[in-house]
């Protein structure tokens, strides 16, 4: 799958480099588990920094169950001007995502990213944020992507952010509709497609 050029870019969270995502500690007596994360801007917080980051966050917080390391998504932080999500050989199996083929445009709103569920089937990475679709089990789907927005949504998400909102994130409005109107028609008819595949998948199994 190939890469929304008409996604949003958003700012990235200069967080406390101490912080975990999670302040809270694990809890033996409740049963619950607390993870932490830190997202990792190149050139910001990585090298020196990150390891800096670990140490705090063992020291403030020494009962957390897990610490993920991710990668910072869509920001003004990723020199990269559009991202390139590739379907993997699992997702030419797959009865949902075997529709996208490399090269297809995806829609981008984000800023964070998240660590690929244990057990489960990559079915899309990307160059610069891995992990962009994946299937847990046999009946359970994920995307880092938009597939389902429409028009009207786009505008509702253009018109919400607002100009100063949309530019902090080195981008306009004006170049967004522009890019939507060259992709929107085959991104709809794609996820059309998606959700009819899900419809039957769901009617055969029941």
């Not at 995502?97 to 090269?103: A, H, K, N, R």
């Amino acid at each position: 799958m190939g890469v929304a050029d008409h996604r949003v870019r958003d700012a990235a969270h200069k967080s406390p480099p101490y912080a975990p995502a999670s302040p809270a500690t694990h809890n033996d007596e409740a049963g619950v588990e607390v993870f932490g994360q830190i997202v990792v801007c190149p050139g910001l917080n990585d090298g020196a920094v990150l390891e800096d980051t670990f140490c705090g966050i063992l020291d403030e917080y020494p009962e957390l169950a897990h610490v993920a390391v991710v990668p910072l998504g869509v920001s003004r932080f990723n020199p990269e001007t559009a991202m390139r999500p590739h379907p993997t050989a699992e997702a030419a199996a797959d009865p949902l995502f075997s529709l996208y083929e490399d090269g297809d445009t995806v829609f981008h709103w984000h800023q964070d990213t998240f660590e690929l569920p244990e057990g489960a089937t990559l079915l899309a990475a990307g160059d610069e944020v891995h992990t962009q679709a994946f299937r847990y089990g046999e009946a359970a789907w994920g995307t880092q992507f938009h597939f389902e927005i429409d028009r009207a949504e786009l505008d509702l998400w253009l018109k919400t952010a607002g100009e100063d909102g949309v530019q902090a994130w080195s981008s306009s409005t004006d170049r967004i509709r522009a890019e939507a109107d060259r992709e929107l028609e085959r991104h709809e008819g794609r996820a059309r497609e998606l959700f009819r595949r899900f419809w039957a998948f769901v009617r055969n199994a029941t």
